[in-house]
Nanobody
């Protein structure tokens, strides 16, 4: 059974940086597309960033482009989200997802990690 475990969330001041990571328990990690989503208080879950398998192409929501970076380490079965220049509106539970064949409709999900940005 595929498990995704996020870590690295926390509290940070506006303008600061934070990195969250997600470790996957799957033997063929490099074969999957990966993504990060978030859900803020009172909001719907939204796509943040993604990577297609077999490609270095990355995709970002307009709201985070230029500030967030998604990356993966296939040797460690881990996907990362580096978040810079954080804003209070980035406050949300961040979820990693895997196996996202089309339009970032993903099959496997982590349990989420909370990121809170104070003003």
């Amino acid at each position: 059974q595929v498990q995704l475990v996020e870590s690295g969330g926390g509290l940070v001041q506006a303008g600061g940086s934070l990195s969250v990571s997600c470790a996957a328990s799957v033997p063929t990690f490099s074969s999957y597309s990966l993504a990060w989503f978030r859900q803020g208080p009172g909001k719907e879950r939204e796509f943040v960033a993604g990577m297609r398998w077999g490609s270095d192409s990355t995709y970002y929501a307009v709201s985070v482009k230029g500030r967030f970076t998604i990356s993966r380490d296939n040797a460690r079965n881990t996907v990362y989200l580096q978040m810079n220049s954080l804003k209070p509106e980035d406050t949300a539970a961040y979820y990693c997802a895997m196996n996202c064949p089309t339009t970032w409709s993903c099959v496997y999900w982590g349990q989420g990690t909370q990121v809170t940005v104070s003003s």
